[in-house]
């Protein structure tokens, strides 16, 4: 399955650089004692990440309805989805796009596994919704940002920033991140 949408760039690097550092991302810039002299850090750079769409079909005591979930296509992280409003179709023109890890049969059973954990985990003394049928699958590419730094002099770390909203994000897709990193440079 190819990408077939994205999401726009909302929050540019002047936005989200300043929250990539405690100190301030200007503070970052400026040369430090126990820092290397290497001249290529720190540094960000925006990338295009594969996401799965699932929209599932619902029911409960309120009749029938939907649910999208997105679920990243290289660690399966999952999450309620309420942006496809802001979609565009085709491909963005810039930045390197990374392909899906996962395929779209392990991500639907990832959605569905995730979708249920969910929903049993929500407080409600009414009728929680019951997933049933996936109705459609879309895989689109999610802007991020990747500040590259040395934590000390010779070891290099990455932060991650979403290119939306400039929010960070987790442990679990700065995994699947590295791990893209590495198939990508084997190729």
Known sequence: MNPSQYLPIRAGIKDVGPLFNKRGFLASLLPSSNKSNNAALPRIEQIWFPYYLL???VTSTKGPGT????VEAW???FAIFQMDDLLIDGL???GPIFPASLSQAEAEASGRKELLHTIMRQRSRGAKPIPEAIIDTRLILFPV???YFERKIGFVDIKLREAVTGAGLGQ???SALLQAFLERDKE
Do not use: A
Request: net charge neutral; charged share 20%.
């Open 55 to 57: 929209n599932f079909q």
């Open 172 to 174: 679990r897709t700065k």
């Open 75 to 77: 660690s399966g992280s």
């Open 92 to 94: 963005p023109d810039d």
């Open 145 to 147: 940002y990747v500040y």
């Open 67 to 70: 649910m999208l979930c997105s």
